[in-house]
């Protein structure tokens, strides 16, 4: 495939912002203290992770999820390995990718390899960590989430705003990541927009809001039925 990669802006040379949906990928007060809350504590990653569980992500952006799930595993001493899906319709270019990992050193021996290996995801290649298995889908969300037929423990929604990026938030896309997850299985995101809450309501999850990261006021988090 071409490789067609998104235009990015810089806020104060440190917190990449697409220029197509006009949204930072991170938190500008600290992009990893926001994955961590959100993501990794939102799905209670540091009990609920073991060998062969599956975490799978809408929006891959900057890896800075995945480099945080790598740092979660590898804190909780247990051997073998996660497996970890993201889908992306608009990926970052190599120097923009190693630019966005500048603020975060102390993942720097994951970022180091995932940007090593940039061209082979970016060709659909899976990669092995060793302790992590990666693949992303890269493309149009609505045709590359129906390719994928497997159940995940846990989602990371991570798109753009809702009100940014419409298209990751239909009832379509929500429909098909809940009928991709076990039973049990969980879900968080920074958004608690009205629309989407209620529409994972109605595809099957139980859905709580908690406060937010920083000065957000709400995410919502939730259990497959």
């Known amino acids: 495939m071409s490789k067609k990669y998104v235009k990015i802006s810089w806020k104060e040379n440190t917190v990449p912002i697409s220029d197509k949906f006009h949204d930072a990928y991170y938190s500008s007060e600290n992009g990893l203290l926001e994955t961590n809350y959100v993501f990794i504590d939102g799905n209670r990653l540091h009990e609920r992770l073991n060998h062969g569980f599956q975490i799978a992500e809408l929006g891959f952006g900057t890896g800075l999820n995945f480099l945080a799930s790598c740092a979660a595993w590898n804190k909780t001493s247990r051997t073998g390995k996660f497996n970890f899906v993201s889908f992306e319709g608009y990926p970052m270019s190599p120097l923009d990718l190693q630019k966005a990992h500048l603020p975060f050193p102390e993942l720097a021996e994951y970022s180091h390899i995932l940007q090593n290996k940039w061209g082979e995801i970016m060709a659909g290649i899976p990669v092995d960590f060793g302790f992590a298995n990666?693949?992303?889908?890269?493309?149009?969300?609505?045709?590359?989430?129906?390719?994928f037929n497997s159940k995940v423990d846990c989602w990371y929604l991570d798109g753009f705003a809702p009100n940014k990026n419409p298209e990751m938030w239909t009832e379509d896309i929500l429909k098909m990541v809940a009928l991709r997850t076990k039973a049990g299985g969980s879900f968080s995101t920074y958004t608690a927009a009205g629309h989407v809450r209620r529409t994972l309501q109605h595809v099957g999850f139980n859905v709580t809001r908690k406060k937010g990261f920083f000065k957000k006021k709400h995410m919502i988090q939730g259990t497959r039925l």
Request: aromatic share 8%; no cysteine; net charge positive.
């Open 134 to 147: 990666l693949k992303v889908f890269i493309g149009d969300i609505s045709k590359t989430l129906r390719t």
